[in-house]
């Protein structure tokens, strides 16, 4: 006698309300495995739809991976049947025998609270919100995807070593050629006096910049994968482009780390481009924006922040997130605290990298957030003045040209006011989240203490 499909029960031996069969959040991407990794089990990555990345272990990464093959079942009235098959190719895939109770216990107590998949009773998850330390900020995508891969590869050739080498040698020649032969401070000094050399100079500034980000789009569409948007966001205070290149963790570490370096090399194509025209042109602005391609190339390279250069180190380390390892390795370090699940799950050497990196780098970069903080005030009074100059000269009938340039000054002040008052709006509102919380939290603490007593 058939007594229908046995019911699907949740971790406590209760009836589990399944309703359908859970299915992959839209926009969530199966990456695979994270080649050359420091973690002593190879992890799996998904991609949630923010783009940030989650760390799975092979189990519920084939369980998410079933899912996503079985979607054409969703909504199907015999969800028994269909977790069944689930757990059987999970079972396949990973060598150990599942069932359609375990599917659905894995699903709603690890995958759906990560944002991965839809819980067995089809409601979705709460949006996971990334708000990894020192991270930008009020990202918005200016440059879809379509467009940034076509950008990448149209320059991609440039990665390819027979481009390379010539242009690494043409890199040495030209910074050989200006720094020892021109007078850069005769450049700057014009470009001071010259209005319309100030414009050229911060254009081709700008240029660079968004010139460094198709590189990294470029080492993307080389290594075989699809470079994300293009945007701008706040860093700290200061408004910053990016080039999203989550697909790059496809690769392992030598494509991985051609994408970190690819920015840079293409400000260093910047550069001989710009030498070359100054040759032919001799016209000195062209000198202040080298210089200024130069410092921006200094800058990429600091491992202390989130630049070019942290993950660079990151990707050495096989570490996707080095900042999360600050606070477990100074309580092992200074406290002599026994080392966590945290750095027990890396191998030995990316242990002792992150450790250099935590206790050389990290002190470091304490020092630039302290200056930062302490120049504010200054920058404020300095904002402040500039705008009030460029009113004077507004209203003095001014040459345009000159007018636009004290506009675009008193911008580049503004914006980081801006992004400060942002950034501490947004510190603010979680600070006065976190507070209400903890006096409701009290309070009800206070109303259960105060209750009638229970009866003996």
């Not at 992959?24 to 973690?39: P, T």
């Not at 260093?268 to 070359?276: D, I, N």
């Not at 242990?351 to 970069?365: D, K, T």
């Not at 005030?377 to 460029?390: F, H, Q, R, S, V």
Request: glycine share 8%.
């Amino acid at each position: 006698m058939s007594t229908g499909p046995t019911p699907i029960m949740d971790g406590a031996g209760r009836p589990a309300p399944v309703l359908t069969l859970p299915t992959l959040i839209d926009g969530v991407e199966m990456v695979g495995e994270f080649k050359n990794s420091g973690y002593r089990e190879p992890p799996q990555l998904v991609s949630l739809p923010n783009r940030q990345l989650v760390r799975l272990p092979p189990l519920l990464f084939q369980v998410a991976k079933a899912l996503d093959e079985h979607r054409h079942l969703a909504g199907t009235t015999d969800v028994g049947i269909a977790l069944e098959r689930v757990a059987a190719a999970v079972s396949r895939e990973a060598g150990a025998q599942l069932t359609g109770e375990q599917v659905v216990y894995l699903v709603d107590r690890k995958l759906a609270p990560l944002g991965v998949t839809t819980y067995s009773d089809g409601s979705a998850p709460s949006a996971v919100k990334a708000n990894p330390f020192l991270a930008l900020k009020f990202k918005v995508a200016v440059i879809p995807e379509s467009v940034s891969s076509a950008l990448g590869g149209m320059f991609s050739w440039l990665l390819s070593p027979f481009a390379l080498i010539p242009m690494i040698a043409a890199l040495v020649l030209s910074e050989v050629w200006v720094f020892t032969s021109q007078s850069v401070v005769d450049a700057l000094r014009y470009s001071i006096m010259n209005p319309v050399g100030i414009l050229v100079a911060m254009g081709i500034g700008m240029l660079s910049v968004a010139f460094h980000e198709v590189g990294h789009a470029a080492a993307c569409r080389y290594g075989g994968v699809r470079p994300g948007p293009m945007g701008f966001g706040i860093y700290i205070v200061w408004p910053a482009f990016y080039t999203d290149v989550t697909e790059s963790y496809r690769l392992g570490r030598g494509g991985r780390l051609r994408t970190d370096l690819a920015g840079v090399y293409f400000n260093g194509v910047f550069v001989v481009a710009l030498a070359l025209l100054y040759l032919q042109t001799g016209y000195q602005p062209l000198l202040v924006a080298l210089l200024y391609v130069n410092l921006e190339i200094v800058q990429q390279l600091l491992p202390t922040m989130r630049f070019d250069g942290y993950y660079i180190m990151s990707d050495l380390a096989g570490i996707p997130d080095l900042f999360k390892y600050i606070k477990p390795i100074l309580r092992r370090t200074l406290l002599r605290r026994p080392p966590d699940a945290l750095l027990l799950d890396l191998k030995r050497w990316p242990q002792v990298f992150v450790a250099f990196w935590v206790l050389v780098v990290f002190p470091v970069m304490l020092i630039q957030l302290g200056l930062i903080a302490t120049q504010v005030p200054a920058l404020l009074g300095l904002a402040w003045d500039k705008i009030g100059l460029l009113f004077e000269d507004a209203m003095a009938g001014g040459e345009p040209v000159a007018v636009i340039v004290s506009v675009l000054q008193a911008l580049m002040l503004v914006l980081p006011i801006a992004g400060l008052v942002l950034i501490t709006y947004s510190y603010g509102r979680l600070l006065l989240r976190w507070a209400v919380r903890r006096v409701r939290d009290r309070t009800a603490g206070k109303g259960r203490a105060t209750g009638p007593l229970p009866d003996a």
